[in-house]
């Protein structure tokens, strides 16, 4: 067990460094949630006047848990091209006929994910509060809303490692991720109230892991949370969480059966 | 079923492989690609054992299976004594990896490479930071240590990437065609540190190459691969003196008749296997400078204009094409 830590801790630096060291990567990370945040405010701005919307009267308050998950959702799908790389290198091959954990390798990438997860809320929560957007449920609110985005973000980023190392080629895993993020986002409240939906979108967002997440954020941030709700949603990531992990680390079986 | 393996040396070995077969799906309605058709070798402790073939013959997939990146279909293996299928776990502790493709990942440095190449293995952080320092040395990195893989030149980051294979000085070392793609000169500079590294590491390397030049210079044995089988196997010296005799070419020179040229050699007494390559026509002689002369008189008499002649002691593409049918450079060729 400690050789797993010690394994995805390093591993997890390794992607670190590769990431401090393009500079231009992060300003992209830091404008897209920029860019989405106000052009959907300003897009949907009177959304919050239809009878029955139940999100209050202020749609950028509605919306940033909304965005702050269609950025880890959007981010997290992407985390299978750092393995792309390393498979159309020899890395991973490397990796893979010496003792490093496998367990290791599927984490580290989770948690830099979760690190730009991180970075990219608190930009959104930020530009937010700029724009005027006050949030009732204080600090305590924006760490359950960074809690669920991370635990979001973990989710899609082991189940994009799994993807890549079934597809292995990069235009595959950009088609997968694609095809399943946009639906997920769309099917879900984060950028509108789906009891103004049709039944049946409500229905599947019930399913819908994005759903929980955009809930659980939502909830916490406002004056007086449904906890039961919160920690509910938050339960049902974190054990989907469990078995994303468990689902990718098979995953390398597959693709050394494939080599 | 394979004959029973008898090894050419006397101490166990320290890699093995059993009559190795392994396929890989053809695609849609396509029967499946045998890339190793029963490849059984054996490695003594402490040599470079040289793996040689074209593109396809099943170099890469014995060595990703000896490695456990791969599992045969059947047959078996053991390297440093353990069985790969079984306990590929102890196997991966045992071993370093130089994949075909670079191994280093070119956004960290080369230090930062072997450091983390080290600590996967098990070292502690300061036993790898050492050790680092001590390989950079070695490859003469020392300069580039600090800079990111991506800025190296080819063969500097093959340096790198062998480096990165000997971190926790493995038993036995993977080298999947170290050579390949890198200019002459670095090519040259690599051979001279792969032979100072088997004098200074006491350790077995599996080599893979498509160069003869490289298998005759680096490894004390070698098998000949070829459509997944291998096809012959010794030292480079013993797979020489196999072919009993001197290989002679013959140029033919303008719009000769091919066939009237064979016709006079087929007269030359002690010239056989004869083959014609284009407008060469090469065969073997006991005795190549008695054979040269006997032979240029035929063609003269036939009236067979000749644009050179040649006799060469025999070279390991001789052995090549002796037992594959085809020179490694047209084999390569087919391969593009």
Do not use: C
């Amino acid at each position: 067990m400690s050789i797993a830590i010690t394994h995805t801790a390093i591993l997890t630096a390794r992607q670190l460094r590769a990431f401090i060291r393009v500079p231009g990567y992060l300003v992209m990370n830091l404008v897209q949630p920029i860019i989405w945040l106000l052009l959907f405010g300003q897009l949907f701005k009177s959304v919050v006047d239809i009878p029955g919307f139940s999100g209050g009267g202020n749609y950028l308050v509605f919306l940033t848990p909304g965005i702050v998950m269609m950025m880890a959702l959007f981010g997290s799908a992407w985390a299978g091209t750092s393995y792309i790389q390393d498979m159309d290198r020899g890395v991973m091959d490397r990796f893979l006929t010496s003792p490093t954990s496998r367990g290791g390798l599927i984490v580290a990438t989770m948690l830099y994910q979760a690190v730009l997860t991180i970075i990219q809320t608190l930009v959104v929560l930020a530009v937010a509060w700029l724009a005027g957007a006050r949030f009732a449920g204080g600090m305590p609110g924006i760490l359950i809303l960074l809690l669920s985005a991370v635990l979001l973000t973990f989710v899609f980023a082991a189940f994009s490692n799994a993807i890549a190392l079934l597809a292995k080629q990069q235009t595959a895993l950009i088609a997968i991720s694609q095809i399943i993020s946009f639906p997920l986002m769309f099917l879900s409240s984060a950028i509108m109230d789906t009891s103004l939906s049709p039944h049946w979108v409500g229905t599947i967002a019930r399913f819908n892991p994005v759903e929980w997440a955009v809930v659980a954020g939502r909830q916490a941030l406002q004056a007086s949370p449904d906890w039961e709700a919160v920690w509910a949603n938050l339960g049902l990531l974190a054990a989907l969480v469990v078995v994303m992990t468990w689902l990718a680390t098979r995953a390398f079986r597959a693709y050394q059966r494939s080599v | 079923m394979a004959q029973p393996y008898s090894l050419p040396f006397d101490s166990a070995p320290a890699l093995e492989a059993n009559d190795l077969v392994k396929t890989y799906p053809g695609g849609r309605g396509k029967p499946r690609i045998r890339a190793l058709d029963g490849v059984s070798f054996a490695v003594e402790s402490g040599t470079i054992f040289g793996l040689l073939g074209p593109n396809g013959a099943g170099k890469s997939t014995s060595i990703k299976i000896l490695s456990t990146l791969s599992r045969a279909d059947s047959g078996s293996a053991t390297v440093a004594g353990i069985d790969v299928a079984r306990h590929p776990d102890r196997v991966r502790k045992a071993i370093g990896f130089v994949a075909q493709k670079q191994v280093s990942d070119p956004m960290d440095t080369g230090r930062e490479n072997l450091v983390l190449a080290g600590r996967l293995q098990g070292m502690t952080a300061q036993d790898a930071r050492a050790r680092a320092v001590e390989l950079l040395k070695r490859f003469s990195l020392t300069e580039a240590a600090h800079r990111q893989v991506k800025t190296y030149s080819g063969g500097m980051a093959r340096k790198l990437d062998v480096a990165i294979g000997l971190m926790h000085r493995p038993q036995v070392l993977f080298l999947d065609e170290p050579t390949t793609g890198l200019d002459p000169e670095a090519r040259s500079e690599m051979w001279t540190e792969l032979e100072a590294m088997a004098r200074m590491e006491q350790m077995t390397v599996l080599l893979t190459t498509h160069y003869l030049e490289e298998a005759d210079r680096l490894a004390s044995r070698l098998a000949i691969v070829d459509h997944g089988r291998v096809v012959a196997s010794g030292s480079p010296e013993q797979l020489k003196d196999g072919l009993h005799g001197d290989a002679v070419f013959v140029e033919l020179a303008g719009e000769t008749d091919i066939a009237d040229a064979l016709r006079a050699i087929s007269t030359v007494v002690g010239v056989s296997e004869v083959i014609v390559d284009g407008r060469t026509i090469r065969g073997r002689a006991t005795v190549g400078s008695i054979a040269l002369p006997q032979l240029l008189g035929a063609l003269d008499e036939a009236a067979v204009p000749v644009a050179s002649a040649t006799v060469a002691r025999p070279s390991l593409d001789d052995v090549y094409l002796r037992h594959t049918g085809h020179t490694l450079s047209a084999s390569k060729e087919n391969a593009a």
